[in-house]
């Protein structure tokens, strides 16, 4: 269980570890050495609050059923401004889905240090990235305190589960109910606690990646409690295209089907194509880091959260770790789900008047992890929709990377800094054209 570090094993409180000291090899090998482990990770210290940030955590009833014990859900709450002068406004919600946030990110009330020294990002090949980081959170917080930006309340979730830093927000059959406890503990609680609006029209979920998925699956799953998703490079949202394999066709995720040789099936990219590693040697990895799905890797947490639980109490695997054989009986599991484009062409007759207009998706076309492949088959089944038509937008950017989320001026993922503004003005037209008769528009809308 997550002891408050976010399901990290090298940072949970209570662990044990040694202090480093120097061995020798020599011919006959390493001879009489002694581990020690007397160092203990200490506990994590709760973040304060602030003026403009509070912290919230509560005891989740539906998951402490499921799993025989307590259970909690935190948040990480950015407050608007004017909210202690305006007590009588009530605002929207902003659902920011990602990996687990120690405190909220991006947020910073004074420009960075000029004296910090600048740090080389392998990632983006960029120097001073950090200085970027803080420069782009002293730009946000400068826009929060405009004249002209609406009042709302945006949230970052903690829901880490004992196979990853978060539970993916949905229902699952290992993980427990957290996308009803999410959606109905939670952020009620949260709403009544800090003057939310309390209706689904002033809902809206945005993120990245895992963010991204969740952010999309959440809308789907929630049609009516949310108003609308913005969804950045999504892991898989067809299983079709989960990376590279069709997990309903293919016979092997490890290998391409070849009569002549074997050709491993890529799992990392760089935007020029270079390959940087393969499907099984990033599940070899995980299957060293722990079993049953435990690694607390990616691709562990996609079959924790969508696999049935088998007899042992742990996810069925959707293929043979070692070797890379699909379980094609798992697979029509995952169809029936957690495959969100699946979900969406089979239900869009119950689905679509709830969601249209709601559903707005962006990746990179050249993804690290080929994740715009199930973009593009997301596309065309939103594109022929009718009766309703789905009414949203699916943007591409060109030779962009993961993490690309839409920013016409940042073909790199280093845009992903900006999630917390740059789809303001989309919620606000959202707002602007689906809001009921009667709903609240002025009382957040202070200057």
Sequence with gaps: MDNGEGQQWNRSPGNLYSKPFKI?????????????????????????DTEWIKHIKIKSEKLSEFWGRDMYLGAHVLLPKGFKEHPEAKYPLMVFHGHFPSDFGGFRTTPPDPNMEPEYSERFS?????????????????????????????????HP????DDSYAVNSASQGPYGDAITYELIPEIEK?????GEGWSRFLYGGSTGGWEALAVQVKYPEEYNGCFAACPDPIDFRAYCLTNIYEDVNAYYYDSAHKTLEVPS??????????????????????????????????????????????????IWDKMSGDIDHKVAEYWKENYDLKHILERDWNKLGENLKGKIHIYCGDMDNYYLNNAVYLM?????????????????????AEHCWNGDPDQPNAISRLRYNS????KIMKRIAESAPKGADLTSWRYR
Aim: aromatic share 14%.
């Design 24 to 48: 020798k090899i020599t011919e006959d090998g390493i001879q009489s050495v002694d581990v020690v482990m007397d160092q203990v990770i200490p506990p994590i210290e709760e973040p304060e």
């Design 161 to 164: 589960t004992p196979y990853y």
């Design 379 to 399: 596309e065309d089944f939103l594109e022929s929709t009718t009766d309703p038509y789905y009414g949203g937008e699916v943007l591409y950017g060109d030779r």
């Design 268 to 317: 990392h990219r760089d935007y020029l194509g270079q390959i940087q590693s393969t499907v099984r040697e990033s599940n070899h990895l995980e299957l060293v880091l722990g079993d049953k799905s435990r690694s607390g890797q990616q691709w562990d947490i996609w079959e924790a959260t969508y696999s049935p639980q088998g007899e042992d109490g742990y996810p069925v695997r």
């Design 126 to 158: 960029l120097d001073g990235y950090n200085i970027i980081q803080q420069q782009e959170a002293y730009d946000f917080y400068k826009r929060w305190n405009e004249p002209d930006f609406p009042r709302m309340l945006i949230i970052e979730i903690q």
């Design 193 to 197: 606690q800090f003057r939310g609006m």
């Design 422 to 425: 740059m789809y303001v003005p």
